[in-house]
């Protein structure tokens, strides 16, 4: 697979088990597939959270210092 490579450890997601939209159906089948693909990619599924209360606790600012982090590492 040509994107493997590409997609490897480079896919990060977080979604409420409760979502309104219902989007963390799709996430888990997104994450079976890359599973059966052998890509490496991290999933969180925080219990009883919404689309519209997901980031409550700090969840933005956690995203943010991993951008960060991962910016500093390329830049090497």
Known sequence: MRLRPLLQNKIHLTVGT???FHLDEP???LE???K???ITASFTYLPGRSHFDL???GLQQKIG???EKTVKQGAR
């Open 65 to 67: 210092k991993e951008m």
């Open 18 to 20: 409760a979502d309104t």
């Open 32 to 34: 079976a597939t890359l």
């Open 55 to 57: 980031y409550e606790g």
């Open 27 to 29: 996430a888990r089948l």
């Open 36 to 38: 059966k693909l052998g």
